[in-house]
């Protein structure tokens, strides 16, 4: 029997909080804050800390099993972190601060920029993005100005895989550019015959994500720099995907111009429903003065060993401010305290565990999974959810039973080059036994789909609601509750 809801425990006179005497005048709310008809419930105290804490309990987090949400790194996230970002002084510092109030948090911000710089192989970074996204879209003005300033005004292309992650193209029409897909080859890498049939003098540049979204490593990235290069484009590198590179392969070397980094996701904060992200930008040093104004320098004449002295710095050619202050601060502080934890060897075994995690548990699943691509893969890989002596189950009725079982399922139908996806990432935090459970599940489900595949079709069958119409919800979404 379902636990009764905050509402039909409502009766009158009962108060969930006491709020202490006023000790200034009593003030109306204003009107634009109140409603005629409000049923707010009555509810006492316990009511209504048993109900939060209900809610709570129903939501899947890291804390409480694997998350292998394909292309969101879902990693578990060191609590010494949240600790950092905690601090006083970096939650009660003001962005309005003058530099000379707020050395400690300016000092934070250089450092991770140099790190970033370091990890990524670029001449300069900016901090100012605030998601991933967001990164992409500072890397497209970025790009689209440099040209503009050469008076090279006939481009107006970007070239994007099909095989990028799905904003790339949203970033590039945003940018007010046009975009041309690239397909993949048979091994799942750009098609470097259908690239060189497309680079011209309106090619702006390629936005390229690497490992893809396949989970594979593009093979030939020196080779695709050098063809964009040779119209005069730029290549930009979705860096959504570093989990799998810190520390072992750095993007500019192999001729990246610009890319943005995952603070929330490679060097470790919380996300999900939507944030808390962030999403530097680091470019080669041609484009070093289009950065987002103002960056983090090193006063010149501070001495950088004995008595830094930091302060903002607007570079000559920027695009611009494109956030509000300096950044994602509290994201920031998480990035340096796991970056100093691991140091540079950490950061380089993250990515071999994280390489090493998604291969066994793809040896375990893939000779009963369709694998469309079959190589090794990075920190993740896409198989195919559906069984050709299981013709009626499909991807979701997967996804849907894992729930049954107490895990979270993989990212549904993407990429869209391969039929009926899951795409798993287990991450580097995973312990075997933790794979091999997932690995056990994955196969019985797929003995199920044969056996019975109606329990897949109904599917889940525990969970506190039942398989839901998702596009009726989307278009039609009931947003308060009603008897």
Sequence with gaps: MSEPLIYELSASGREGVKPPQLDVPESPLP????REALPLPEVSEVDVVRHYLRLSQLNYAIDKGMYPLGSCT????????????RLGGFTGVHPWLDPEAAQGALYIMYSVQEYLKEIGGFAAVSLQPAAGAHGELTGVLIMRKYHLDRGDTARDTILVPDSAHGTNP???SMSGLRVVEIPSDARGNIDLQALRAQV???VVGLMFTN??????????????????HSCGGLVYGDGANMNALAGIMRPGDAGIDVMHFNLHKTFSTPHGGGGPGSGPVGVAAHLA??????IVALDPDS???EDPFFIFYDPPKSIGRVKAFWGQFGVIVRAYTYMRMLGETGLRQAAEHAVLNANYLLSRIKGV???PYDRICKHEFVVEGRFKDAPDVHALDIAKRLIDYGVHPPTNYFPLIVPEALMIEPTETESKQSLDNYADILLKIAAEARENPQLLHEAPHNAPVRRLDEVRAARNPVLRYAH
């Design 369 to 371: 999974y369709p694998l």
């Design 289 to 294: 003065d289009y950065l987002p104004a103002p």
């Design 170 to 172: 949203a970033s590039s």
């Design 31 to 34: 009107k634009t804050m109140l």
């Design 74 to 85: 879902m990693k578990f996230n060191p609590k010494v972190n949240e600790v950092a970002a």
């Design 200 to 202: 011209c003098e309106r």
């Design 211 to 228: 490992p893809n979204t396949l989970g594979l490593f593009e093979e030939h990235t020196e080779e695709v720099a050098d063809i964009v």
């Design 303 to 305: 001495s950088p060993d």
